[in-house]
């Protein structure tokens, strides 16, 4: 492909969603799934299907590894209250990671949220968003409401403010003074 040809081609308008005129607005992609969740098309529902199906894989794959560690623990005699910690650890840490994954899919963080300083608690509770990430895919694309919603929101503006416009403004007659 050529530089001067654009990578993607734009999809057909369709009924649900609100067509972006000409220079308009454009809709954010969503990781896995492009632009695709905006007309439903291009493969969406598969997609949606496959990232569930992924994250659900890979929950269950990191819990065996996670039990295999805790058996390591075990194992090796690190004691009672190293088990118990570790267990209750990751169980702290997969709950505050599922509500915050789950909560970013309906709102954006705020710009000086504690999203930053959590990111370490949701690297260890994994799991957590991997389970958030698998059920939401039961009901859209994770993020697809948030981004729908601002991209409505995009569009009527774009559409109000080009509605309001009254033409070319050089094309006008000079202006009537008072």
């Known amino acids: 492909m050529s530089d001067d ?3 993607k081609t734009p999809a057909a308008p369709a009924a ?3 067509a972006a005129p000409a220079g308009g607005p ?30 659900i894989i890979t929950a269950a794959a990191a819990a065996v590894l996670l ?13 009672s209250f190293l ?7 990751f169980a702290i840490c997969s709950a505050i990671a599922f509500v915050k994954t789950w ?13 930053a300083a959590l990111k370490g608690l949701k690297t260890i509770g994994f799991i957590g968003s ?11 694309a994770p993020g697809e409401g948030l981004r729908r919603a601002e991209y409505e929101r995009a569009v009527a503006e774009y559409e109000r403010r080009r509605s309001s416009r009254a033409g070319n403004p050089a094309a006008r007659g000079p202006r009537r003074k008072r």
Request: charge should be negative; glycine fraction near 10%.
């Open 5 to 7: 040809q654009p990578e």
């Open 16 to 18: 649900k969603a609100p």
């Open 26 to 55: 454009e809709p954010e992609p969503i990781r896995f799934f492009g632009t695709t969740w905006l007309h439903h098309d291009g493969g969406y529902a598969l997609r949606r299907v496959a990232a569930g199906a992924g994250s």
């Open 67 to 79: 039990r295999l560690s805790y058996e390591g623990l075990e194992i090796g005699n690190a004691g």
């Open 83 to 89: 088990n118990i910690s570790v267990v209750v650890l």
């Open 103 to 115: 909560d970013s899919f309906s709102r954006r963080p705020a710009p000086s949220s504690d999203e």
């Open 130 to 140: 991997l389970i958030a990430y698998f059920l939401r895919c039961f009901a859209e």
